[in-house]
């Protein structure tokens, strides 16, 4: 019996392929007005500085998703004035965040797992700080009971040690734990290594999931599969 489910955030709980594609867009155009940089240039630019990041950070880190260091590359770089950087990061974080949708079905699937006395958890990659700005946005914090970020963990996702920290926040053996995410190399291989049941979420996409793994491609069809379908 599942007792505790633990979410992704980003491409779970909201579309963040569209958001980011705003708040790069919004990006690309500030470098463009406020530093001469051709709009084409802008991307290999943008990645430049992200290599930079995963060289000096380390790439199993939550500084590698911290873009106000990245920003502060980018104009180290360029040669621009430090200025820029935590206006380029608001930017991109507020657009993104008001971009930012709630996946469809998400309210109806938390009120039907706490309703049956689940306890919910998030289990993301990235800084602390933004992961609740965009919760609060989403209005979905409330639901949640407990978080892990790679930051607290300090181990990215399919870390064992970040995967081990969201059972000892579930508080419940790894089989009555459920981890939803997007990301078959990081959320499900995790979980599967971790002992949880894993949920791969899907939307739009044909694949066959791998063995021993839920596939839902709508949130809200989550909760009568995972807590009323056979177990694999
Ligand atoms: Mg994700």
Not at 31 to 52: I, K, Y
Not at 206 to 232: K, Q, S
């Amino acid at each position: 019996m599942i007792r505790t489910v633990i979410f992704d955030i980003d491409n779970t709980l909201y579309d963040y392929d569209a958001a980011h594609a705003a708040g790069f867009a919004a990006l690309t155009g500030y470098a463009q007005r406020e530093l001469g940089v051709a709009l084409e240039d802008f991307p290999a630019l943008h990645h430049a500085a992200n290599e930079v990041l995963k060289a000096h950070a380390g790439a199993n880190c939550a500084a590698t998703h911290n873009r106000l260091i990245r920003y502060q590359l980018l104009l180290e770089q360029l040669g621009k004035p430090l200025t820029h950087a935590p206006v380029m990061e608001r930017l991109y974080w507020n657009t993104l965040v008001d971009a930012a949708v709630p996946s469809p079905g998400v309210e109806d699937c938390l009120r039907a797992l706490k309703a049956a006395g689940v306890r919910l958890g998030i289990g993301t990659d990235m800084t602390a700080d933004w992961q609740y700005v965009k919760l609060e946005r989403l209005g979905l914090l409330p639901w949640f009971d407990f978080v892990v970020t790679s930051e607290e963990a300090s181990d990215e996702k399919p870390g064992e040690h970040f995967f081990a920290l969201c059972l000892e926040k579930a508080g419940c053996p790894a089989e009555a734990c459920a981890f939803v995410g997007d990301n078959p190399k990081k959320d499900v291989a995790g979980a599967l290594r971790a002992g949880m049941r894993p949920v791969w979420f899907c939307p739009g996409s044909e694949a066959e999931a791998p063995a021993g793994v839920l596939r839902v491609d709508r949130l809200d069809r989550l909760p009568g599969l995972l807590l009323e379908g056979p177990t694999p």
